[in-house]
């Protein structure tokens, strides 16, 4: 037993395989986290969605808010990527990349201590270091709705507005009762995602697991018990509680060593321990081809998604006339809107069988990301009196290159002419 203590402070105080390897991914993925909303591509943020405008910013494309398909099908990609991944690997989203555990082991220097006498000066620090860290991820995640700059620059003159400013304010509230109390006991009593586990996975799923067909090898030394952060006992066969870390792996595998017994009593498995486990398997290539059509309805719709967004009524407030010449005028109320992240000029025209039309203005500028109503006025000859159905045609271009043409059918007034 003292030699098994022995060697589990040991390879505690090394730090695991298992744990160097979260520890890089988790710093990988703070960096991404905070770094992302000070990127930017073509002028704007990497991911930014822009609430006063109805915007989503992703990676040098914008989406409208009535482009909601788009995020329909990356929603649906990614719950059916999901779903695979879970099947295939199990909790690895739990040990390794959900913000809950990042943040719970990115912090675990800062938690205060709970020993039985604490240093006086720990727990005030701890809860100090705790607040900052709270209000530094408060913040990153509000910076994916304001841009950093503007948030820095608004919070230097005291003027974050109440939404901003309580947004934050609530964010760091909820993160640092989190990151000081919670921890890994929201995924053990309150993660939705751990009551879910159970129908998710199946019997080849990866799953961290003690072989108990070796239950002789354990000497009962309580180390995997102790660094579990959950407070499970791996032992007790597979638990909805375990998120898959592997520091009970890490724990065991020092012991292991230095009584020259066989590693992996406690490790990773796929499926219960002895039992061979099939990669491919029905439920695996159902959800593999459910991810694949999925990837290629987003990949269809990002293809074909539209530059140029065009809406035309008839401006009521306009009565269609005769001008002197004796040609039919009509005015339209023109929507355009530019979903592209550079700027397109719009040439505009009115084609109507038997007749000529001329439009003003016949060309409009877009900014990158701009919607513009535009009065479009159009006088045509040659029609007969009546209504006729004419389209409207707008052609966007970038330099000399059409990058989109869209038409819009519209109803044409040409009243009689005066006696």
């Known amino acids: 037993m003292t030699i098994a203590r022995r060697a589990q402070g040991a390879g505690a105080r090394r730090g695991g395989t298992f744990r160097r390897w979260r520890r890089l991914a988790f710093a990988a993925q703070a960096l991404v986290a905070l770094g992302l909303p000070f990127a930017r591509v073509g002028g704007e943020s990497a991911l930014r969605l822009d609430v006063p405008a109805g915007r989503l910013h992703a990676f040098g494309a914008a989406f409208a808010i009535d482009e909601a398909f788009v995020v329909l099908a990356a929603t649906l990609l990614a719950t059916a990527a999901f779903l695979l991944v879970t099947l295939l690997l199990g909790r690895v989203w739990c040990g390794w990349a959900c913000p809950q555990t990042v943040l719970g082991e990115l912090t675990r220097w800062v938690v205060p201590e709970r020993r039985a006498k604490p240093r006086r000066w720990r727990r005030p620090l701890g809860f100090a270091a705790t607040a900052a860290v709270s209000a530094l991820v408060a913040a990153d995640l509000v910076w994916y709705f304001v841009p950093p700059g503007e948030f820095l620059r ?13 947004a934050w304010a609530a964010l760091a509230v909820i993160l640092f009762l989190d990151l000081g109390w919670l921890r890994a006991t929201f995924c053990a009593t309150a993660c939705p995602y751990a009551k879910l ?20 090898d354990c000497v009962d030394c309580g180390a995997c018990v102790r660094v579990c952060p959950t407070g499970i006992d791996i032992r007790d066969g597979l638990q909805m509680e375990c998120i898959a870390c592997a520091e009970c792996v890490d724990a065991c595998a020092p012991v292991m060593a230095k009584l020259r017994r066989a590693p992996d009593l406690v490790g990773y498995f796929r499926g219960e321990p002895g039992r061979p486990g099939k990669l ?6 159902a959800l593999g081809a459910a991810t694949a059509a999925c990837a290629a309805l987003l990949g269809w719709v990002l293809v074909t998604r539209a530059v140029l967004d065009v809406s035309a009524v008839r401006e009521l407030a306009f ?19 530019n979903h592209g992240r550079a700027p397109v000029t719009v040439s505009l025209a009115i084609s109507a069988p038997g007749g000529t039309v001329a439009v ?9 990301g701009e919607r513009r109503q535009v009065r479009v006025v159009a006088s045509a000859g040659g029609l007969p009196p009546g209504e006729a159905t004419a389209v409207l045609s707008a052609e966007a271009r970038r330099g000399a290159a059409v990058v989109d043409r869209r038409t819009e059918p519209i109803p044409l007034l040409v009243p009689r002419e005066s006696p």
């Open 154 to 166: 608004r919070l230097a003159a005291g003027a974050l507005g109440p939404v901003v400013a309580g």
């Open 319 to 337: 009565a269609p006339r005769r001008a002197p010449d004796g040609r039919a005028v009509n005015a339209y109320s023109v929507a355009l809107e």
């Open 280 to 285: 491919l398997r029905p439920g695996a290539v």
């Open 197 to 216: 586990q159970g129908v998710l996975f199946d019997r080849a799923t990866l799953v961290v697991a003690y072989d108990a067909r070796r239950a002789a």
């Open 360 to 368: 003003r203005p016949d060309a409009v500028l877009l900014a990158a």
